[in-house]
């Protein structure tokens, strides 16, 4: 499956040869162990350099004696290049007592070790541990060009439904289904204010009522008693409506935004050598999926091409699904079923 090259698509981002560098929380690290001062930002990274008189010992001829050797290692091994091994280091450092700040370090540029080694499903179980239990901030993952390529992935929206500070599919869900409606949360309370407030009136008029019927100097009158319950019942019975209403447009639109967002968990071919999940188009494409026999994906295609100006202007990508014919028409019925 892959986008379709006439239409605007996701932009690739330019892969420039650059030495590899360690993130922001290992450099937080070196900074509180080896002491170097030094200033970096989110945007580049510095690797904190030692004095030129300290000798620097090579990782394959001296193994750890500590965690913090390890990570040490570790950080030297990934600015050099060298994944395997710092991923080993890593992994040896998370086994000999770590405190929680080394724990973190090792975790998250473990994480960074896997996506270049393409491994995501690791990378994002591994920043999802130092999120979840030593207090790495999800936002520093979120911005981190290092994992860029792992939150394009199926597996880091998997990853998020469990990580601290992450919006869940579920929140996510919750958020989308009141924007379509933003008032009816407010309108709802409302109306079920206003029915409670019948009921209780309804109560008291049916009271009234039994002392008219029961006769008395002070009952009030019949007529106005009757024309009470009418109004009160009334009442009830329309706030009842309103609320029933409002209920089942709210579950219509949560079933609609939860389908919205099973496909956007669908993976896309965008290029030769890049997937994402159809989620990455959110905010900056307007992704439209043509599913079909390839026959009639290629006449939908011919036919869009007069209009590519227009779809280009209005940042519209077209994916085709490309299925069995007769599978797909059953399913399209289904489906047709489904959103009546």
């Given at each position: ?247 089942k447009a709210r579950q219509r639109d949560r079933s609609s935004v939860e389908r919205e967002e099973a496909l956007a968990r ?37 036919a869009a091409k007069p209009f590519i100006s227009e779809l280009r202007l209005r940042g519209v990508s077209v994916i085709p ?20």
């Amino acid at each position: 499956m892959g986008s379709v090259p006439f239409v605007t698509c996701m932009h690739r981002a330019t892969q420039a040869s650059v030495t590899p560098k360690p993130p922001v929380s290992s450099l937080l690290l070196l900074r509180q162990l080896n002491k170097c001062p030094k200033a970096f930002g989110s945007q580049s990274r510095r690797r904190c350099k030692r004095a030129a008189s300290q000798p620097r010992a090579s990782t394959a001829q001296q193994a750890p004696a500590s965690a913090k050797v390890a990570v040490e290692q570790g950080l030297e091994a990934f600015a050099n290049g060298d994944t395997t091994e710092a991923l080993r280091l890593f992994r040896k450092g998370l086994s000999m007592n770590p405190s929680k700040d080394e724990a973190r370090a090792a975790l998250y540029n473990m994480a960074c070790c896997l996506v270049k080694e393409k491994k995501w499903q690791a990378a994002a179980d591994a920043v999802s541990d130092a999120c979840n239990n030593y207090g790495l901030k999800y936002a520093v993952a979120l911005k981190d060009p290092d994992l860029r390529q792992l939150r394009e992935r199926r597996e880091w929206l998997d990853a998020t439904e469990n990580i601290k500070g992450a919006v869940s599919k579920a929140s996510l869900v919750e958020l989308r289904s009141e924007a379509k409606a933003p008032f009816r949360l407010i309108r709802m309370f409302l109306t079920l204010g206003a029915g409670a407030a019948a009921v209780v009136s309804l109560g008291i008029t049916l009271y009234a009522l039994k002392g008219v019927l029961q006769g008395g100097k002070d009952a009030p009158e019949l007529n106005g008693v009757l024309l009470n319950v009418v109004i009160n019942g009334a009442g009830i019975a329309g706030t009842s409506w309103l609320f029933q209403r409002d209920l089942k447009a709210r579950q219509r639109d949560r079933s609609s935004v939860e389908r919205e967002e099973a496909l956007a968990r669908l993976q896309v071919r965008v290029g030769s050598d890049r997937v994402v999940p159809v989620a990455k188009f959110r905010g900056s494409t307007r992704p439209v999926l043509i599913a079909g026999s390839k026959g009639q994906i290629s006449r939908t295609l011919q036919a869009a091409k007069p209009f590519i100006s227009e779809l280009r202007l209005r940042g519209v990508s077209v994916i085709p699904l490309e299925s069995d014919a007769a599978d797909f028409t059953q399913t399209l019925k289904s489906l047709k079923q489904e959103f009546k």
